[in-house]
């Protein structure tokens, strides 16, 4: 496929999560044993038992769900490294990854966000393996996140990888603090979008997009 590069950035200011200049000067493994301190006196505070078996290592439970697993798109080491290639097919046309599937977490309510996202991008001399463009969207929804920044995130990162202006985000999902909570609609979906290049200013193109994700 021709010669490979790898790529690691980080995104402009204004699109990243708002963290602390010192969010990553404790190990893994440190803040996994002060949540898991505090997890355990919220649950205290509950009420709950802690002295019962179901419940005793749930701390420890939850502290390393937080941290390996749901909000591990926190820390930049976790970035998904991705290769470009030059594009000797010379495919010019859009190219759609369709129905990726998103677990994130509302950073409102810390509710689950579940959901799907259509990505879209026209090469401009560079592609990537497909399974990049999941393992991108999987680490930006691994953070407690909105869904408008996590839609212009992908979108970011994507054209900085692939050094193109045409790339296209859409993500249709459920918002649990909206579903679970509150208001308790069980069928409410959220739709945002990002569009950039082509795909937002040739109706054409636009409309083809949109054809092929299913959204009329």
């Known amino acids: 496929m021709g010669e490979k590069k790898d790529t690691i950035f980080h995104l402009e200011e ?12 404790m190990s893994d493994e440190e803040k996994i044993n002060q949540i898991e301190k505090h997890f355990f ?10 002295n019962n078996d179901s419940l005793r ?8 769900m937080f941290i390996q697993e749901i909000f591990s798109g926190i820390n930049p080491k976790t970035y998904p490294k991705v290769s470009t290639f030059e594009n ?15 677990y994130s977490t509302c950073e409102h309510h810390f509710l ?14 560079k592609v990537i393996g497909l399974s990049k463009i ?12 909105v869904q408008e920044r996590l839609t212009i995130q992908i979108v970011k990162s994507l054209q900085k990888i692939l050094e193109t202006k045409n790339v296209a985000c ?7 603090c909206v579903n679970s909570r509150g208001i308790r609609d069980i069928d409410t979906r959220t739709i945002t979008a990002e569009l950039v290049g082509n795909f937002k200013n040739n109706s ?11 959204i009329s």
Do not use: C
């Open 14 to 25: 204004n699109h990243e999560n708002p963290l602390r200049n010192d969010a990553f000067l």
């Open 41 to 50: 006196h919220i649950m205290e505070i509950l009420g709950l038992d802690m």
């Open 57 to 64: 290592s749930t701390p420890r439970r939850v502290a390393k």
């Open 88 to 102: 000797k097919y010379q495919y010019n046309q859009m190219l759609i990854e369709k129905n990726i599937t998103i």
């Open 112 to 125: 689950p966000i579940v959901g799907k996202a259509h990505v879209g991008y026209i090469s401009n001399g």
């Open 134 to 145: 999941n393992r991108i969207v999987n680490y930006y929804a691994k953070r407690p996140q």
């Open 170 to 176: 859409v993500i249709e999902a459920k918002h649990l």
């Open 204 to 214: 054409e193109i636009r409309r083809e997009f949109f054809h092929y994700i299913g």
